[in-house]
């Protein structure tokens, strides 16, 4: 015998949990891949060794990887949530990479990330909050039996 929660899948939050995280993955590894490289040549011959170089690089495929792994988890989010529930969602990612980068990449936090770090969280609580038109079992795109 199944579980209801196994007979209805991967949460579709689940889903869209992994597609910020393998999301905010990618912006990390690319940002760590292109400082190693260095800066860009002024001629474009050498940009595009440059660029050639970081597509050949084994960690910028992992990232190509996480793309798809990503896209596929999203799919799965967007299946079973409303879009107007799901796409907010993705708005954490921003909050994950401005911290990744003071963390990994010692940039500065200043007030005007941690500023929009409030509004994208408050924006969350607003856009994510049940209607009052709309029964609870509904929200999410989720059917009430």
């Known amino acids: 015998m199944t579980s209801h ?3 209805r ?3 579709p939050f689940v889903a869209a949990g992994v597609t910020v995280m393998l999301t905010v993955y990618g912006q990390g590894v690319v940002k760590w891949r292109v400082d190693r490289a260095g800066d860009t040549a002024d001629e474009v011959p050498q940009q595009l060794i440059w660029a050639l170089e970081l597509l050949l690089d084994p960690w910028i495929w992992t990232v190509a990887i996480a793309v798809v792994i990503a896209s596929i988890a999203w799919l799965a989010a967007i299946s079973r949530l409303d879009l107007g529930i ?3 969602l993705m708005s954490t990612s921003l909050i994950l990479v401005v911290l990744l980068g003071v963390l990994a990449f010692d940039e500065p936090l200043t007030m005007a990330k941690i500023g929009g770090a409030v509004l994208v969280l408050a924006g969350l ?3 994510n909050r ?3 038109s709309r029964p609870r079992a509904e929200v999410g795109g989720e059917q009430g039996a």
Do not use: I, L
């Open 130 to 132: 049940p209607s009052a």
């Open 5 to 7: 929660a196994a007979e």
């Open 125 to 127: 609580v607003v856009a």
């Open 9 to 11: 899948g991967t949460s």
């Open 86 to 88: 799901a796409y907010p």
